[in-house]
């Protein structure tokens, strides 16, 4: 049954001193057949609002299953995620989309864009369901389109895009709703590095207006672009050092 | 319901030539099963529509001497209508046959104030004008003659009239011919087209009045031949009959008056009409059927696409519910167009309806709307598409959620495991196995549209094998008199039945002879009449079939046919109260038994008695005649021949004297208008399976296009991309024959023998050989046949494209 989502989570604002994100001691197997994957063993974690947070780690350490279960798109075997001062965990499918919409914004390694619609109804769509009317929503992929680089593109499907265009109308659609929190996993690892560079702009000016963001991450040049690093080993929080002077914490 | 409305707009800009593919699916299938089931509620109710605008009379009176006054029984006070009319026999149409002379009216309220007639074509006779008629559609159409069109009357002269024959050469009429002209085709209940029948003419009363002396001949006891018989309608209807009756005994106490219940032929012929329309209902089942799975599975595929593609807007906050309305949102537009285009094919194939024999008692030929089933059908095709739809989504969604490990085929795997070439274990998985993700494309729903295909053509098939052994068998309707003749009627013998049977008994083609009476018996407290027959037993009895029991072989015992014996309410074994002309009998039903079609029963009503059985409940007969059964390699023309010769040798004061075939049950007609829909149900589901499977094969390469591109670039040729789609198209045809043959032979026996057993008709298990041979070749040709431009397009991919795309 959906359970009932409160006026202020559904509007997406946060009230001050809350963190954006909070995981206490999240666990997460998943059933293989020569045996069972245990892609996290007890993470905790806490990411304050306006922060640009990178995770990084080797092939297989979690990160992208702590991003999607941040996200509300994995469960949690134990432990508890909180976004923005929501608990996420254990909800059912329709209270996490609504959370969704308001929340968190997510772009992938892969874009994950709808292939056979223009790049303008890419953005439209989701602004719609996050309640906006058609000619609002279009306004506002319109502006978001400009700002990203992309007004002329509205028209085009992704097909004909180049990487680093799909992934920019990507993070247009990500942040169309205004997202409390925006999760990327990969942003620039389908890019040439011209195109990293100007994903990661892109993210730098994001942050600078106030904007949490977790962006998972291979590339130490690219986490390097962040303000904290975390890295994941074998399900686990290893390290998590803050800008210059490395505050450990965990 | 903003984003449904977003998304739906999107998916008619994109998508419309899908929908509109799937609309005309849907219309096709709707149409077909609208129309059946219009069609079958039209036949139906033909009769009773007919008689709600002809205002029929309830019943007809035949007399055998021409004293009855017919002014008196006007006045009787059950008698609200009464017209005559002569049972004339003797005068003919010149370049006409006989069977065409429609009984002359000698009253002007025929066709006027009873049996007020449906005019399709110009308008009704005058009554006073002696030179016009009007004729029955069959008529018009057999001999091209309609309104303005003349015809040239030979009348008896007195003398003629007077002897039943006529004096000029090859015993033509010498009397007046008057020139008659057609002023109207028209039908009523009793005037009405016969089944098999040529039609009829019939000339307006004024031809009677003019020419009385050359039609009804004196009005005394010389005329022996044109007696006037009238048909009646009651006031209080059908209860008035006994009132009737009894006061026609008492008013003429010395006339042999025979009242037929016009409204019980009525309800035999709607009982018999029931069987058409059973038919095009079950036929109109089938092709839903055949539908729901054949369509429901390009819904599937649909739904399935659209699911996986909006599955990309979950993390954008799509809820599930959200994303099943809008995977749902195309099909129901496509639905509602289809079910619409249904009504509209449905409206124009209903100009084929009534089928057959029923046409002619049709009173509204022509296009016709049914609004019941033309609302209830739009209704009822958007819920099943949508409930279709809603389930498909349903079940992509629980797939997206289930693991994303793919279901293995065991087919594939041992194709794997025994080193089959790439192609072939390729097409066994495109096949077999749905895939995952974004590419995935259900299966399921094709396999079970191959089965359904094959099963349903079997199917259809075997039920017309069934259908045309029982038309091109008589016996199966129990008609195993190949040769009948009549030696007496109303208790008077013209012949001796006994010699003419001891003639014919020892010709070789001859495997039976009956010397049959003809007495109709009836129940106390029941309005069902039995016409009996006598049954010779011995070593040349008739081959008699029996549905259940035996014949009688002593006294007060009966075999009864199956009309009669749920008319009488009683069972093999029970015992039946009857009553003849020598008061009530109590016999035990011995059997269930088919009848030999007559003048008074059909082959499903009456019963078989010994003949001393008969002689306790008869002291006369209505008829007497000699029936003959044939070895099966007889040739009837030369059998018949051969009997007459017998019986000229044997029986010299009978030379000439012959028997003819009997005349068919009329549903055996009916059978036979029915043939051709098992076959055009046959073709639908072919074609409906034809578009199925390749719906499923150019679905497969479009969702599929990245694991070929990625084979392509490992080395797969285009000739062994071409081999996957060849292998995938095969495999279904297999799987759809393995299953689809032994089901179908099943279906096809089963709804066979409901229809036999209800009809009643012998069941013989059919098997239409000639199908299930054609059809494994067939089936394997036209799956790869459609996968021509599938294969085609599979080995024709850009490769770098889509791999740079996806």
């Keep these: 049954m959906t359970e009932s989502i409160s006026a202020a989570v559904a509007t997406g604002t946060l009230a001050e001193g809350t963190p954006a994100v909070r995981v206490r001691g999240v666990r997460r197997t998943f059933t293989a057949e020569l045996a069972p994957v245990r892609a996290l063993r007890g993470v905790d974690l ?101 700002l990203l680089g ?19 109308l990507a993070i247009a659609r990500a942040l169309v709703n205004s997202p409390t929190l925006l999760l990327a996993d990969e942003p620039t690892g389908a890019l040439d590095s011209a195109g990293g560079i100007e994903v990661l702009e892109l993210f730098r000016r994001l942050h600078g207006g106030g904007q949490t963001i977790i962006m998972v991450t291979h590339s130490q040049d690219v986490a390097a672009g962040a303000d904290r690093q975390i890295v994941l080993h074998d399900g686990q929080v290893a390290s998590d050092t803050s800008g210059a002077g490395a505050e450990r914490r965990g | 319901m903003r984003f449904v409305r977003a998304w739906l707009r999107l998916e008619l800009d994109r998508r419309w030539r899908s929908l509109g593919v ?69 005068y003919s149409f010149v ?37 016009e008629a009007i004729v029955t559609p069959v008529f018009a159409a057999r001999y091209d003659k309609g309104v303005g069109d003349t015809v040239v009357m030979s009348l008896p002269t007195p003398q003629e009239l007077r002897f039943g024959g006529g004096s000029g050469p090859n015993g033509a009429f010498t009397g007046p011919r008057p020139k008659i002209t057609i002023v109207g085709v028209v039908t009523s209940a009793f005037f009405s087209d016969e089944p098999g029948g040529p039609g009829f003419i019939q000339v307006s009363p004024g031809v009677a009045a003019k020419y009385a002396a050359n039609m009804i001949g004196p009005d005394s006891s010389a005329n022996l031949f044109n007696y006037e018989s009238a048909l009646v309608r009651l006031r209080g209807g059908e209860s008035a009959i006994p009132a009737f009756q009894a006061r026609m005994k008492a008013t003429f ?33 089938a092709a839903l059927i055949a539908a729901l799975f054949l369509v429901g599975q390009a819904v599937a595929r649909y739904v399935s696409a659209a699911s996986a593609e909006l599955r990309v807007l979950r993390p954008t906050g799509m809820t599930p519910q959200q994303s099943s309305i809008a995977a749902v949102a195309g099909v129901a537009i496509a639905g509602l167009a289809g079910a619409l285009l249904s009504v509209v094919g449905a409206y124009l194939a209903s100009t084929i309806f009534p089928l057959g024999n029923i046409a002619i008692v049709e009173p509204d030929p022509g296009r016709q709307t049914d609004p019941t089933v033309f609302l209830a059908g739009i209704a009822v095709i958007v819920v099943l598409v949508v409930l279709g739809a ?87 309707f129990g008609q195993i008199v190949a040769l009948e003749g009549f030696v007496g009627a109303d208790g008077e013998d013209f012949l001796s039945a006994a010699k003419i049977a001891d003639a014919v008994r020892d010709l070789p083609s001859v495997s039976g002879v009956n010397d049959s009476r003809q007495g109709i018996a009836t129940k106390a407290g029941s309005r069902a009449t039995v016409v009996l027959y006598t049954y010779d037993t011995g070593s040349d009895a008739l081959p008699v079939v029996m549905l259940d029991g035996r014949l009688p072989n002593a006294p007060n015992e009966i075999a009864l046919a199956p009309n009669t014996l749920d008319q009488l309410h009683v069972s093999v074994g029970d015992h039946v109260e009857l009553t003849g002309d020598t008061g009530p009998r109590q016999l035990l039903v011995t059997g269930r038994s088919l009848m030999p079609n007559g003048p008074r029963n059909g082959y499903a009503d009456g019963g078989w008695v010994l003949p001393e059985t008969y002689d306790s409940m008869f002291r006369s007969f209505r008829f007497h005649l000699v029936q003959v059964s044939l070895t099966p390699s007889a040739d009837l023309d030369q059998a018949s021949h051969a009997i007459t010769a017998a019986i000229a040798a044997k029986v010299p004061h009978a030379a000439g004297y012959g028997l003819r075939p009997p005349d068919r049950p009329s549903e055996v007609y009916e059978m036979d208008d029915v043939r ?5 149900l046959g073709g639908f589901l072919g074609l409906l399976a034809l578009a199925a499977v390749g719906h499923s094969l150019a679905t497969a390469v479009r969702r599929r296009a990245r694991e070929v591109a990625v084979l392509r670039v490992l080395g797969m040729t285009r000739g062994q991309t071409r081999g996957v789609v060849v292998t995938q198209a095969s495999l279904l045809a297999i799987i759809g024959l393995l299953f689809g043959v032994p089901l179908g032979l099943a279906l096809g026996r089963t709804v066979w023998r409901t229809v036999a057993h209800s009809t009643p008709v012998v069941y013989v298990p059919p098997t239409d050989v000639l199908a299930m041979v054609l059809l494994v070749p067939g089936a394997l040709i036209a799956a790869n046949l459609l996968a021509v431009w599938p294969a085609r397009r599979a080995a024709r991919l850009r490769v770098a494209e889509i791999l740079r795309t996806e």
């Design chain 1, 46 to 146: 806490e990411v304050s609002a306006g922060e640009f947070v990178a995770v990084m780690g080797p092939s297989g350490c979690g990160k992208s299953t702590l991003l999607n279960v941040v996200a509300g798109l994995d469960r949690v075997d134990d432990g508890t995620v909180e976004v923005a001062g929501e608990r996420v965990d254990g909800r059912d499918e329709n209270w996490l989309a609504k959370f969704r919409r308001h929340h968190i914004g997510i772009v992938f390694q892969f874009f994950n864009l709808l292939d056979g619609v223009s790049a303008m109804d890419n953005i439209v769509l989701p602004a719609i369901l996050g309640g906006m009317r058609r000619r609002q929503a279009e306004a506002r992929a319109r502006e978001l389109l400009d």
């Design chain 2, 22 to 90: 799937l609309a005309l699916l849907v219309a096709l299938a709707g149409t077909v099963v609208l129309a059946g089931v219009a069609g079958a509620r039209r036949e139906a109710s033909a009769i009773s529509r007919l008689q709600a605008k002809v205002k029929p009379a309830q019943i007809s009176v035949y007399t055998n001497s021409s004293t009855v006054d017919w002014d008196r029984v006007r006045k009787f006070p059950e008698v609200e209508a009464l017209s005559t009319f002569l049972l004339d026999y003797t």
């Design chain 2, 390 to 476: 809603l389930a498909s989504a349903a079940f992509a969604l629980r797939a997206a959620r289930r693991d994303a490990a793919t279901r293995r085929s065991a087919v594939a795997r041992t194709a794997a495991r025994v080193g089959a070439p790439v192609p072939v274990l390729v097409g066994a998985r495109f096949a077999l196995e749905p895939g995952v993700g974004s590419s995935a494309v259900p299966v399921r729903p094709a396999l079970t549209g191959a089965v359904a295909g094959v099963l349903g053509v079997l199917a259809a098939f075997t039920f017309s094998n069934g259908v045309s052994d029982s038309v091109d068998h008589p016996e199966r």
């Design chain 2, 676 to 680: 051709w829909l098992p076959v055009v």
């Design chain 1, 150 to 168: 992309l007004g002329d593109r509205a028209q085009q499907v992704p097909a004909v895009l180049s990487g680093g265009q799909r992934q920019r």
């Design chain 2, 95 to 131: 370049g006409l046959p006989e069977d065409v002379i429609g009984f002359p009216p000698t009253d002007a309220e025929t066709l006027t104030s009873i049996e007020t007639p449906v005019v399709f074509d110009g308008r009704m006779w005058d009554p006073s004008r002696a030179d």
């Design chain 2, 253 to 285: 106490p010395h006339e042999k008056v025979e009242i037929n219940d016009n409204l019980d032929q009525f309800r035999e012929a709607q009982q018999n009409i029931r069987f058409l329309a059973r038919c095009l209902l079950a036929f109109a089942i």
